[in-house]
């Protein structure tokens, strides 16, 4: 992912897929540093980019094309969808494909009291 945004996402529907647990634990503390103005720029596609990305590389063909229409709208998704598909992210969803223990109807349906989708 070329920029933050949608990366703990991945990694927490990676690991559920792949048939290990992710925990929340309430007691522990993480410190942010937070700024007044970014040091960087925003861009948006790339954000756009990172959701496409979550989907293509663990969502079945449905899941996958409702993603596609709820962000078609956004700036440049174009160019999200064409840094997502030239990258590694084919290659990447066969290696999880082949790896994973669960399949997306399982996360959805674990999740489906906290994902209204």
């Not at 503390?29 to 790339?46: E, S």
């Not at 709208?73 to 223990?101: C, I, M, P, T, Y």
């Amino acid at each position: 992912m070329p920029q933050w945004g949608s990366e703990d996402m991945e990694l927490c529907v990676r690991y559920w897929l792949l048939g290990y647990e992710v925990w929340v634990v309430p007691e522990v503390t993480v410190l942010h540093y937070f700024r007044k103005a970014r040091p960087y720029g925003i861009q948006w596609h790339l954000l756009t980019h990172n959701v496409l990305r979550v989907a293509l590389l663990h969502f079945n063909d449905q899941r996958l094309a409702r993603v596609a229409s709820a962000l078609r709208n956004h700036v440049r998704f174009g160019a999200a969808l064409a840094h997502a598909v030239e990258s590694d992210v084919w290659q990447k969803r066969a290696d999880f494909a082949a790896r994973r223990v669960r399949d997306d109807d399982w996360l959805f349906e674990k999740f489906k009291d906290s994902c209204n989708v």
